[in-house]
């Protein structure tokens, strides 16, 4: 679970994304200019400068992992190579984005249940420092989580490098128009029940990119509601990235994946057809408690003069906000703070502080343990029930370690890892 608080989201400008310098970690003076945040956010400096800094500090965040195209994260391991595959360390020669799905008994038990809310199409990436982590301490190998729970056998902490992210991408098709669900803040919610996708007032039309497209049947419902056709945008509004044959069959053969294809495009996904990228969760390791931040997709063509990256980027697109506590800064109401990502966490529910228009990903990462649970619970501050409770095996805040679930690749028919993929 992630969050992020919605009146601090400007889009990025132009004069603010600066390259860069070639040989400097990306991430060094950025991760003492969190730090130099955090320190402020706890010692209660003004609420409008917090709000200016979290704000600056929250797009550069996304400059540093953005500055490339396609994102260096998208050539990182992914689950399939890390927890079935088992290649060299990271360095080494992998598949390209994307590679096959790793399907989980939670989803075909939810899948087979009726599952709520909407599916997605999502990858979690683990960076060379987080993967080398992974390895050394055996956490690729089956019953990893179980064998230390039985030993009492802590994991130690997570090097001050290790970035994990956690991608959700939206089935684009390559013939035609494809509706998709557009997020806008103020438009009305559930306050206590699941703000699902396939709830949002707002249904747009991503245009096609040929001229198949343009004289396909226009798209006239999606989820059983009409598409107002005059919200209509171009191809380059999202970060997309192309699908091969091979690609879109080895995705199909998750269960969750071809859900998310039937509800977005009506059928699979196929040769010539997009991933658009709709948000994205990170975990940077470089404070004590760790950097979560988080982006989502949020077009905003004709409605917002906070700047433009560049001219046809579509990073101007992406709003985000980031956490370093469960309660600082906070919230005009006095509350915990709030950081939520609408596609990943307006489907929880109201656990009783709030449904996931009121999370913050680090009161759920707080929690993550084994034997797992909670982490679809919605929680404000800090939670009492930290993993270092007797009986639980603290996993350093990933629910990835933390679920003790077989996995299967696609196409696979045995168990191959004990891990979940639902949550990073």
């Known amino acids: 679970m992630f969050a992020v608080g919605l ?107 009726g599952g709520t809310g909407g599916p997605l199409i999502h990858f979690i990436h683990y960076n060379r420092a987080l993967a080398g982590y992974l390895r050394k301490e055996q956490l690729d190998q089956p019953n990893a989580t179980t064998n230390r729970h039985r030993e009492a056998r802590p994991l130690p902490s997570l090097p001050a490098d290790a970035v994990a992210i956690m991608t959700a991408w939206w089935p684009i098709a390559g013939d035609r128009d494809t509706p998709i669900p557009v997020w806008n803040p103020g438009q009305r919610h559930r306050s206590q029940g699941a703000n699902s ?63 998310a294809a039937t509800i977005a495009l009506g059928r699979p996904l196929r040769e010539g057809d997009y991933l658009g990228l709709v948000g994205f969760h990170f975990m940077h390791a470089g404070l004590d408690a760790g950097i979560w931040g988080t982006f989502w997709w949020q077009p905003d063509l004709d409605r917002s003069n906070h700047g433009v990256l560049e001219e046809h980027t579509p990073w101007r697109h992406y709003r985000g906000d980031l956490t370093t506590d469960p309660i600082y800064p906070r919230e005009p109401d006095g509350g915990p703070n709030i950081c939520f990502n609408p596609w990943f966490d307006a489907v929880f529910t109201d656990s009783g502080e709030g449904n996931g228009l009121r999370a913050n990903c680090m009161s759920c990462h707080l929690r993550a343990g084994y034997p797992a649970q909670g982490a679809t619970e919605v929680t404000r501050g800090r939670p009492n029930a930290l993993p270092t409770l007797p009986g639980r095996l603290g996993t350093q805040g990933l629910w990835s370690i933390a679920h003790g679930h077989q996995r299967w690749i696609a196409g696979e028919t045995k168990p191959v890892d004990n891990r979940d993929s639902v949550s990073q």
């Open 197 to 259: 996708y396939l709830n949002w007032p707002e249904i747009a039309l991503l245009s096609g990119d040929n001229e198949a497209s343009r004289n396909a049947d226009p798209v006239a419902q999606f989820a059983g509601r009409r598409i107002d056709p005059s919200r209509r945008l171009p191809p380059n509004t999202l970060y997309r990235t192309p699908l091969s044959r091979q690609q879109s069959l080895q995705l199909m053969q998750s269960p969750t994946f071809a859900m």
């Open 7 to 113: 009146l601090l989201c400007p889009t990025l400008s132009a004069a603010e994304f600066v390259p860069l310098p070639e040989g400097e970690a990306p991430f060094t003076a950025l991760i003492q200019d969190t730090a130099a945040f955090q320190s402020s956010a706890t010692t209660g400096d003004a609420a409008d400068t917090l709000r200016r800094d979290q704000r600056a500090i929250t797009r550069r965040w996304l400059q540093a992992f953005v500055e490339k195209t396609p994102p260096d994260f998208l050539s990182w391991p992914t689950e399939a190579d890390l927890f079935v595959d088992k290649p060299a360390l990271p360095g080494a020669e992998r598949r390209s984005f994307p590679g096959p799905p790793v399907i989980t008994n939670s989803e075909r038990l939810a899948i087979s249940h």
